[in-house]
T-cell receptor, first 114, second 112 residues
């Protein structure tokens, strides 16, 4: 069965510092890949997605992610974190492309120190 | 547009009670899904639908029923609530050929 691993449960960074959140998936084929963000008490918002093509994808709020097939990874990055980025981040995969059968990682809680 | 609307936002049930979580979308999306979110476990797929009259099970379907009589609505029914069903429930919708799932704000359910 496909699985998604986010090895960092909590990450703390200082405002203005760079950020990288790790995501690895376990599946034979390349799935459709997503990063979602969840603010406290809110639903999930899509940051970016990868289906094919350029392995570096740009998303909203200044986030980007790089797909590395050899490492089965899809890490999320941001060059300079803002205090408003504090939230929980979820990596997800979908084999069908429809976006309605997502398998999520367990999430990374980001804390931003001022 | 309202997007995906879930009601209620909060609910407390007693063990053995039944209830229906409502989900409605106004984006004319064909695909809809229900997930539950538990601490340390991310979101897990309960049931999903690829169109009116078509539903299927996800990863954790036991104890839940769904139906899809219209494109807009996808209610989730708890037949006999158990404390293990205490969770936050999210409904999501996706266009048929689209790639992004739009999520509702969630329903926080507590079963005592």
């Amino acid at each position: 069965a496909q699985s998604v691993t986010q090895p960092d449960i909590h990450i703390t960074v200082s405002e203005g510092a760079s950020l990288e959140l790790r995501c690895n998936y376990s599946y034979g084929a390349t799935p459709y890949l997503f990063w979602y963000v969840q603010s406290p008490g809110q639903g999930l918002q899509l940051l970016l997605k990868y289906f094919s093509g350029d392995t570096l994808v740009q998303g909203i709020k200044g986030f980007e992610a790089e797909f590395k097939r050899s490492q089965s990874s899809f890490n999320l990055r941001k060059p300079s974190v803002h205090w408003s980025d504090a939230a929980e981040y979820f990596c997800a995969v979908d084999l069908t492309g429809g976006g309605n059968k997502l398998t999520f990682g367990t999430g990374t809680q980001l804390k931003v120190e001022l | 547009n309202a997007g995906v609307t879930q009601t209620p936002k909060f609910q407390v049930l007693k063990t053995g009670q039944s209830m229906t979580l409502q989900c409605a979308q106004d984006m004319n999306h064909e695909y809809m899904s229900w997930y539950r979110q538990d601490p340390g476990m991310g979101l897990r797929l309960i049931h999903y639908s690829v169109g009116a009259g078509i539903t299927d099970q996800g990863e954790v379907p036991n104890g839940y029923n769904v139906s899809r009589s219209t494109t807009e609505d996808f209610p989730l029914r708890l037949l006999s609530a158990a404390p293990s069903q205490t969770s936050v429930y999210f409904c999501a919708s996706t266009r048929v050929s689209g790639t992004e799932a739009f999520f509702g704000q969630g329903t926080r359910l507590t079963v005592v």
